[in-house]
């Protein structure tokens, strides 16, 4: 009984020492676990089972084993040279080269007592090994017991390898006391090396899961915005289901910022709200004082009901900019503010929201959605044909006064026949498109108050997959054949006496071209009679992996578009390709483009090339190219790369350029060092700070460089090189 009540408490320390100086991405750099004990043996919980070379025993009195004694209980095992049982005193003590080791640990050391009367554990003068996790140290004495739970004297902990201890820590005294949540630690030192680094006289540390209020890792960082950062989050865990973390912010350009956020969780219920506030910013002219909120939440309300809020302010333009956020970042334009209800079956899903912006610079007034109440009906009518409805109801404001407003009512009733097996894919559909307008504050405008436009749309989409066995570089494969087309009809109104209140123009990539759809929203929606004809092309390997994919498209107009803001000046779309390459197991290609086949030039464009020779050894370069984006052209070129320079040490680099203006756009550079038990990682970044100016401009012209060193287990690799995996959108 006593080596297995010893065994449930062992050692609780190590693994809650381990969290509390995050070594669970040091471990699987370079971690060989021991090997545990074998404990294949016949006894039950509370029996010992003694091996040894010679005994002497002595009746209800001691028994004394000399010489490779093995003392084997169910769970824990312990070797040494001699081991003396007093029976009266149910102690046992054993001596010279004694070993103790279960599932988590290995202990070395010259003594070992054991009373089965009180279930407590002595040991003297050990060096331990963790079994599962990468940790070590030494501990004068080493005290388990049931009732007063784990005492370390004198002890130290690192888990850098034996030959090679960069760090370690090192405590007068550490306790864990049984049904406590914290142990405590007293008269504890950081050292590098041989060298003292930080000493605390006491502190506690979680040793469960359950959350404890205390003191988190602070964050530093250095920038020419706010100069040099120092956070320091303070965690309070108010109840099981709610807590409040409040992070003051030091800065040394602006100033002391406070930032809070309160998280709730109930069973149908979860949320969080967010406040930061800077007082009197030191680095602005007025000395403003600035601040951003958020509340999000989502809930359930019965069996069918659902809440969602999602609420975003904040104090200027230029907030986000200068001190950072966790929820946005500097190219944002609009922030939301969505509260919502929601109802929903398994046939209808109806949704009532307020839907409003927060907008950034000087960019054009959102229109608001306030209210906006949606309502989808779906249900079967027999013989694999189905019956839809998708119904709305707007009421749509401006944050300019003088900009019309607008009530909008939309209805589209359809029936459709969808079809699919694995060859093939049908679908035939009729829908009826009505809107009704009633639009306000329309003076000196091209509108009408009252609108009421009906449209007919009928549309047929057919797609055919064929396979057949091919060759792809000499190795066996499978190709596939994939044509798709699709007519589409949709009826003329004039539209141009209707205002746009959430409608913008989309742009044809090639699943775009199957979207039937030019606009997004309902205030323009185009008339059409086309055809879209598309392939798609693949080679699989005999690992059914896709080597090569290859998609072309082209919509074909019948008929000249009469809906002015749809019109275009060619009888075709351009034509939409898609190209996915994996070259080898190294090489990877993929490329979007649209190709005017009128005048065969590149409307659109991008391209990915990325090597990767290894896991740490990565090269990509990508290009985006606009010919016409709001009457500018976007031509920009990024190049990301990581590469070992030498046992241990990596670099980072990214570095993006606009070819059209010749400017290097942002640079970032890291190396970070990689030991088994500690990382160092140096960065440097230079970027456009995109600030807006009094009038609401953002600045293209204006850098911000900053230069970060991080002491962690911080993965440099995945933060300094894998942003870049959105290679469409450089700056």
């Given at each position: ?50 091996k ?52 988590n ?17 002595l ?32 002890s ?16 007068s ?28 006289p ?83 002219d ?5 601040y ?193 087309i ?25 699943s ?5 759809q ?78 005017s086949?009128i ?33 500018e ?15 241990n ?44 100016d ?38």
């Amino acid at each position: 009984m006593y080596l297995s009540s010893i065994q449930n408490k062992q050692f609780i320390f190590i693994s809650l020492l381990l969290m509390s100086i995050g070594l669970a991405d040091a471990q699987e750099v370079c971690f060989v676990p021991l090997a545990g004990p074998n404990f294949e043996n016949s006894l039950f919980e509370g029996q010992i089972q003694v091996k040894s070379e010679d005994s002497e025993i002595s009746q209800d009195t001691f028994a004394r084993f000399k010489g490779s004694v093995e003392i084997d209980s169910f769970n824990a095992k312990i070797k040494a040279d001699e081991a003396l049982l007093n029976r009266q005193t149910q102690t046992l003590n054993a001596t010279g080269n004694v070993s103790f080791q279960d599932d988590n640990i290995t202990v070395y050391s010259q003594s070992v007592q054991l009373n089965r009367v009180s279930n407590e554990l002595l040991i003297k003068n050990s060096i331990y090994q963790l079994n599962k996790v990468q940790g070590h140290g030494k501990a004068e004495k080493i005290g388990l017991g049931e009732k007063a739970g784990i005492n370390l004297i004198e002890s130290s902990f690192t888990s850098c390898p034996v030959d090679n201890e960069v760090w370690r820590i090192q405590a007068s005294n550490i306790k864990i006391t049984p049904d406590q949540s914290r142990g405590v630690i007293k008269h504890a030192r950081f050292y590098i090396k041989d060298i003292p680094l930080l000493y605390l006289p006491y502190f506690s540390f979680p040793v469960n899961e359950q959350k404890q209020s205390g003191i988190l890792y602070p964050s530093i960082s250095n920038n020419s915005s706010t100069g040099m950062s120092v956070e320091q989050p303070i965690y309070w865990n108010i109840a099981p289901n709610y807590d409040l973390t409040f992070s003051p912010r030091l800065m040394t350009e602006r100033g002391l910022q406070l930032k809070t956020e309160f998280r709730y969780l109930t069973e149908n219920q979860s949320g969080q709200a967010n406040i930061e506030y800077l007082s009197n910013d030191r680095d602005l002219d007025d000395n403003a004082s600035r601040y951003f909120y958020r509340l999000v939440h989502s809930g359930q309300i019965g069996d069918n009901w659902r809440v969602n809020v999602d609420i975003n302010g904040l104090s200027d333009d230029n907030y986000i900019v200068d001190l950072g956020s966790d929820y946005y970042n500097r190219a944002d334009t609009h922030l939301y503010k969505t509260l919502g209800v929601s109802y929903f079956t398994q046939d209808l899903d109806v949704t009532a929201q307020f839907r409003d912006f927060e907008v950034l610079g000087d960019h054009p007034d959102s229109y608001r959605a306030l209210p906006e109440v949606r309502l989808n009906y779906l249900t079967p009518l027999g013989l694999g044909a189905e019956f839809a409805v998708n119904s709305e109801l707007a009421y749509f404001e401006s944050g300019e006064l003088n900009n019309p407003t607008a009530t909008r009512f939309h209805i589209a009733p359809t029936v459709r026949y969808p079809y699919r097996n694995e060859w093939s894919e049908f679908l035939a559909e009729a829908t009826v498109l009505h809107t009704q307008y009633i639009q306000e504050n329309i003076q000196n405008l091209a509108l009408k108050k009252n609108v009421t436009r009906t449209l007919s749309q009928a549309k047929i989409y057919g797609s055919l997959a064929f396979e057949r066995p091919a060759h792809w570089f000499g190795a066996q494969a499978t190709q596939t054949f994939e044509p798709k087309i699709q007519y589409l009809y949709t009826s003329f109104e004039d539209q141009s006496n209707i205002g746009l209140y959430d409608t913008t123009r989309l742009f044809n990539d090639f699943s775009g071209l199957f979207r039937g759809q030019e606009f997004t929203g309902l205030d323009r929606i185009s008339d059409n009679n086309q055809i879209t004809i598309g392939m798609t092309s693949r080679f699989i390997d005999k690992n059914n992996q896709e080597r090569f994919k290859l998609s072309l498209g082209q919509i074909f107009y019948l008929k000249d578009n009469q809906v002015v803001d749809a019109s275009k000046d060619d009888d075709r779309s351009a034509l939409a390709a898609e190209l996915d390459w994996k070259i080898g197991s190294k090489w990877y290609v993929n490329t979007q483009a649209q190709v005017s086949t009128i005048t065969d030039k590149i409307e659109r464009s991008s391209l990915s090339i990325e090597y990767q020779l290894g896991k740490n050894k990565v090269l990509q370069i990508n290009h985006r190219y606009v010919r016409d984006l709001s009457s500018e052209e976007i031509n920009q070129v990024g190049i990301t790369a990581s590469w070992p320079m030498a046992k241990n040490w990596q670099w980072v680099g990214r570095w993006y350029h606009d070819l059209e203006l010749n400017r290097t756009v942002e640079s970032y550079t890291g190396v970070q060092y990689e030991s088994c038990c500690w990382n160092i990682s140096f960065v440097a970044q230079r970027n456009l700070s995109n600030r807006f100016d009094v009038n609401g401009s953002q600045s293209t012209n204006e850098f911000e460089s900053s230069f970060r060193v991080y002491f962690t287990t911080r993965n440099l690799l995945r933060e300094g090189l894998f942003g870049y995996r959105r290679p469409y959108l450089l700056n």
